[in-house]
């Protein structure tokens, strides 16, 4: 197993893994594993040994987005809904 990047190290990067994501944003690894699952979480993937890499800044904004819907009141499928309509504005 690899030694842990200091979080300065994170901070400074420009990827992330997600176990890097559960220490920057208190989220626990299963919820972001089921996220990215359910599409809600973008990465990229590595050829070489297929380890996703979550674009930080971009990521953590949106965790903490997910976390907002969360809090009111809105489900996960409502939650996709939502990210959907979002980036659709975006483009």
């Known amino acids: 197993m690899s030694r842990q990047r200091s979080m300065e190290a994170i901070l400074a ?14 989220s626990r690894y299963s919820t972001l594993k089921y996220y990215t699952e359910e599409g809600m979480l973008p990465f990229e993937q590595e050829e070489e040994n297929l380890t996703r890499r ?12 997910i976390k907002e819907l969360k809090a009111s009141g809105l489900s996960i499928p ?3 809904e939502a990210l959907n309509l979002y980036k659709s504005a975006e483009s």
């Open 78 to 80: 409502q939650i996709k």
């Open 54 to 65: 979550y674009r930080r800044v971009e990521t953590v904004a949106r965790i903490q987005h």
């Open 13 to 26: 990067s420009e990827f992330v893994s997600i176990g890097e994501l559960v220490r920057l944003t208190d």
